[in-house]
Every structure is written in structure tokens, then in C-alpha cells.
């Protein structure tokens, strides 16, 4: 195989772009901490919480609308068994996360002035639940590293003919520089010119492959069987549910991810926050629309009239593959170089979220919190470049465990929506929440799901749920075992804090035994009176007060 010459020199002039990008967003970083007076931690992880509406929706589309969705989508419309049925559940789901989060959490987290998503968890529970939890997303943040360039490494291997690692320790240098340089205002403003290539890169990319002579028309091949199955799908109404609880499973889901709530948290005011997440809620419906064509394009070509050659993709079980595949061979070589380009702005998007947010969640929850309280904001600083540094490295020495990683991304994703959703919900709306409705929310959610069964960890399931049948020898729960798993766990972490409330608070156990001080909770420490203080303020040093008292418990 020859090395694509001119897409190497493409992909060359776009990686300078962006590091460009990068290194100009760091110097307007330190301008900034220069006029504001910011600490160190807060301009690298939160960028001051300046971030305007503008830059704020760019990049909190770039959270979700990564590498991973653009050739996830195009996959999916390409399988018979999703097709358009399944891919519509995916981009819905994904869009309706953005409102949610504007709906539901913009608002709470960002007048709380939290640094990460465990914070709050820090003022309640106290250092050992939140030890856990901080665990629990730094590890996810982690595996979205390797899946993101994952991803981008097969598209530029597949038309550039470069080997894998290569594409992917390459791409993944880039992204490390300038997260270190310029922390999230290099990520954020990285982002802007990443999404205005992707909408380029696809527009340019999608009419060259409808048009190409080898590809039928989409609207004939949607419902009926051609060349290959209707990229329609399977829609089955014994389905309903599992679709209904993949639905949920992504749109709530994602409000488990720190790299989702750091936009929250960087945005100049909770009205920004929440205008950002509806506005990327409608960008990203706009994101999927290029991409079902793409797909449906794919489903709806005469493969053996191709370069490819018969068998097709599907045949050959290269799906996952068929993104650049399509690109390679439906459209001029220039094209799919700018393509690739594309897929690679899109990977970068993602890549760079997830490595700064695991790197805020060691470094604020993990390092400051708990194992150095009194370090400086000088050692901050320094924790964070070698936190982003680490990441990057083994997040991408991940990446040749491909098939491990796939099923860890979603066990990740299971375990953001079963454990860390449910948590998040009950300590910002649920006073009675307590450390020990925490811990055993974690465990009756684990065990739920577990004994729900999981085919792809060879799990028959212990508890059959309706509809629960035997199909092919394999046991299949046509019931929501995802969403029953994760509502069990909301209702664990309610009822066992309710009944560790009663119990220490009227004596039936003695204060003694009480290592999460749940009657301090609900006696917090008094204010002393400040003279012309707003009610604001006053809830501000409360929480500040309450915060230094868990935090020495």
C-alpha cells in the first residue's frame, strides 16, 4: 500500500491549524488570569468562568458530537438490523440531553460555583463517598480517550494508508499540547474550528457520495429490498421498550459525564449555561442529519461496481469501517481526504473534553480534596499538566485493546446512568440524601443490573423480567432493565437515607456510630450575622462553612 501523499500534507495543514488555535487560546488564558486575578486552577479547568455563549455552544456541541457519534451514526444507519429506526433513537437521545441538562442541572450546578461534578458530593457526603465516586469518573472520562481515537485512527489508516498507531499517537500528541498549554480555553476555542470543519468537511463530502453512479436512490432503498436490506431498519413493536430504555440510557446518561457539566460550570452565568445546552440540544439534531445520509447512502450502493469490490462492508464485517470506506471509494480522493479531515475535527472535539475532565476530577476531587488540602495553587497547576499528560498517554495506549475498550465504554455507560446519574440527582434535589443511601444506592443498582443479565459479559439473567424469552439459546429482556436498574438505585439511596435519618436522629443508634453525620446535615453549622449581606451571600458562606466542616470530618 502507498501512502495518500497530498492527504497526509491535508491532514498535516489541519493539525497545525488547530495546535495554532490551541497555543493562540493559551496566551489569551494567561491575559486573562493576568487582568482577573484567578487562581491557576480555576482559568486551566474552568477558564475563569468567562466562557460566552457563543464559544459555550460550540463547545459543549463538541462534548457529544464527537468522532464517536459521526461514525457510530453511520454505522448504525448502515446495519440492517438498526438502520434509521435505531439511528433516530441515538440522535434524539443525544440531542435530548442537551435540553435536559439546560432543563434540569444548568442552573443548580452553576450557581453552586462547583469546580467538577463531585463537589456537591463533597459538601454532603463528605471525603469517603465522594473518594469512590471521584474514582468511579475519573475512570470514565478515561476509557472515552481511547474510544474517541479509536475511532479517528481507523478512518485515516483506511485513506491515508497509514498504519493505526501512527494516525493515533499523532493525533493524540496534537491534543495533549494544547491542553496543556491552555487548559479549557485551548479546548474550547480548539472546538469552535473543529465544528466549523466538521459542517464543511460534510456538506462537501455528502452530495459526491448521494450523486456517486453506484449508489441508488435513498428514497427508493428505504423500505424496500434492493442491493442490500432498507436502511429503515428492523422496527419491531416487541422492541418498543428496549428502544425506549436505550433512549433514556443515552439522554440521561450523559449528565453522569464531567466533561458534560464542565461546560456548565465554565459558562459566564447560569442563563448561559442554559442557553448553551438548548442551543446544542438543536446543533446536534443538525450534526445528525449529514450522517443518516451518509449511512443510508452506504446501504444503498452496489459495492461490487466499486473499488471496493464484492462482498459488501456488512459481508465482509467491516461496518464499523464504512464511514471511510465510503468516503474512500464513493468519492474523489480529495474529498476523502477532506472527509477525513472532517472525522478527525470531530475526534479531537471529544478527545480533548474527555482528557481535561478526567484530569479536573483527579486533580480538584481526588489530589486537592483528599490527599493534599494545603497544596498551592503553583503544585495545582503542576498536577494538572502531569493529570493531562498521563491521561492522554494511557488513555492512548488504550487503544489497541479495541475490542476490551468497546465493552468498557459501555459498561462505562451503564455505570454512569445506573450509579452516577441516580447520586447526582438525589444530592441536588433530595435534602434527606445522606452518605448511606449513597452507598447502598451504588450497591442495589451493581446487583440489579447484574442480576438483570448482560449478554455481552456472558450473564444469564437471575431475574426475568416480562417478556424475558429464550431466543437462539440466549435469554433476552425485552423489558427497560437499564432504567428499572437506575430508578432502583434513586429509590435505594432515598429510602435507606431516610431510614439512617430516623435512627441517628431520634437515638435508636448512637450519634457514636454516625460516620457520615447525618444530624449535622440536618444541623448545619449556624451563620454568624452579616450586616447588609444578601440572601445569596448568605447561602454562599453557608455552603462554604458546611464544605470545610465535611471536609475535616
Not at 441515538?90 to 450557581?111: N, Q, T
Not at 485551548?186 to 449508489?215: E, K
Not at 482528557?355 to 494538572?384: C, G, H, M
Not at 447588609?532 to 471536609?551: F, I
Request: proline share 5%.
Amino acid at each position: 500500500m502507498t501512502v495518500n501523499i497530498p492527504g497526509v500534507i491535508v491532514m498535516v495543514v489541519f493539525y497545525l491549524l488547530v495546535l495554532g488555535t490551541g497555543i493562540w487560546a493559551s496566551f489569551k488564558s494567561k491575559r486573562k488570569q493576568r487582568r482577573s486575578g484567578a487562581t491557576g486552577m480555576e482559568m486551566v479547568l474552568l477558564g475563569n468562568r468567562s466562557i460566552n455563549l457563543v464559544v459555550g455552544v460550540f463547545t459543549m456541541t463538541a462534548t457529544l458530537v464527537g468522532g464517536g457519534f459521526i461514525v457510530a451514526t453511520v454505522e448504525m444507519m448502515y446495519t440492517p438490523s438498526m438502520g434509521l429506526t435505531w439511528t433516530a433513537v441515538l440522535v434524539m437521545a443525544c440531542s435530548s440531553s442537551f435540553i435536559i441538562g439546560g432543563l434540569v442541572f444548568a442552573k443548580p450546578m452553576r450557581e453552586r460555583n462547583c469546580v467538577t461534578i463531585l463537589d456537591p458530593f463533597m459538601a454532603k457526603y463528605g471525603k469517603v463517598v465522594t473518594a469512590g465516586l471521584s474514582l468511579v469518573s475519573f475512570c470514565l472520562d478515561v476509557i472515552l480517550v481511547p474510544i474517541t481515537l479509536i475511532g479517528l485512527g481507523g478512518t485515516m489508516s483506511v485513506v491515508l494508508d497509514l498504519t493505526f498507531t501512527v494516525c493515533v499517537w499523532i493525533s493524540a500528541a496534537v491534543i495533549i499540547i494544547y491542553t496543556l498549554l491552555g487548559g479549557l480555553y485551548s479546548v474550547a476555542y480548539t472546538d469552535v474550528i473543529q465544528l466549523v470543519l466538521i459542517v464543511i468537511g460534510l456538506s462537501i463530502c455528502v452530495p459526491f457520495v448521494i450523486m456517486s453512479p453506484h449508489t441508488l436512490d435513498i428514497s427508493q432503498t428505504l423500505m424496500n429490498n434492493t442491493l442490500n436490506a432498507p436502511w429503515i431498519g428492523q422496527p419491531e413493536l416487541k422492541k418498543i421498550w428496549i428502544m425506549t430504555d436505550d433512549f433514556l440510557f443515552f439522554a440521561l446518561g450523559s449528565q453522569g459525564y464531567q466533561c458534560f457539566h464542565q461546560r456548565i460550570l465554565s459558562s459566564s452565568s447560569p442563563t448561559t449555561a442554559k442557553l448553551a445546552c438548548f442551543a446544542a440540544g438543536l446543533v446536534s439534531l443538525v450534526f445528525g442529519i449529514p450522517t443518516i445520509l451518509l449511512g443510508a447512502a452506504a446501504a444503498s450502493t452496489d459495492w461490487n461496481q466499486t473499488t471496493y469490490g464484492s462482498p459488501s462492508p456488512y459481508e465482509r464485517g467491516e461496518a464499523a469501517l464504512v464511514l471511510p470506506i465510503t468516503l474512500q471509494h464513493l468519492t474523489p480522493p480529495f474529498i476523502s481526504v477532506i472527509g477525513t479531515a472532517c472525522v478527525a475535527a470531530a475526534v479531537m472535539s471529544s478527545a480533548d473534553s474527555a482528557l481535561l475532565s478526567a484530569s479536573s476530577v483527579f486533580t480538584s476531587n481526588i489530589y486537592k480534596n483528599i490527599l493534599r488540602p494545603q497544596a498551592s495553587d503553583r503544585e495545582i497547576q503542576w498536577v494538572i499538566r502531569v493529570s493531562v499528560l498521563a491521561v492522554g498517554v494511557v488513555g492512548t495506549s488504550l487503544t489497541h485493546m479495541e475490542n476490551s475498550i468497546l465493552t468498557f465504554l459501555f459498561l462505562g455507560g451503564e455505570v454512569a446512568y445506573i450509579i452516577v446519574f441516580p447520586q447526582l440527582v438525589c444530592v441536588l434535589f433530595f435534602s434527606i440524601s445522606n452518605g448511606y443511601g449513597a452507598i447502598m444506592g451504588f450497591l442495589v443498582g451493581i446487583v440489579s443490573r447484574l442480576l438483570s443479565g448482560d449478554p455481552s459479559l456472558g450473564l444469564e439473567p437471575i431475574i426475568h423480567f416480562p417478556g424475558c424469552t429464550l431466543e437462539d439459546g440466549v435469554y433476552v429482556q425485552y423489558a427497560p432493565v437499564k432504567t428499572i436498574s437506575m430508578l432502583s438505585t434513586i429509590a435505594a439511596i432515598l429510602l435507606f437515607s431516610y431510614l439512617a435519618s430516623v435512627l441517628f436522629n431520634k437515638g435508636v443508634l448512637p450519634e457514636k456510630w454516625d460516620v457520615f453525620k447525618v444530624k449535622a446535615q440536618h444541623s448545619p453549622v449556624p451563620l454568624s450575622p452579616v450586616g447588609g449581606a444578601t440572601p445569596e451571600e448568605n447561602q454562599k458562606e453557608e455552603v462554604k462553612r458546611n464544605m470545610e466542616y465535611y471536609s475535616d470530618s
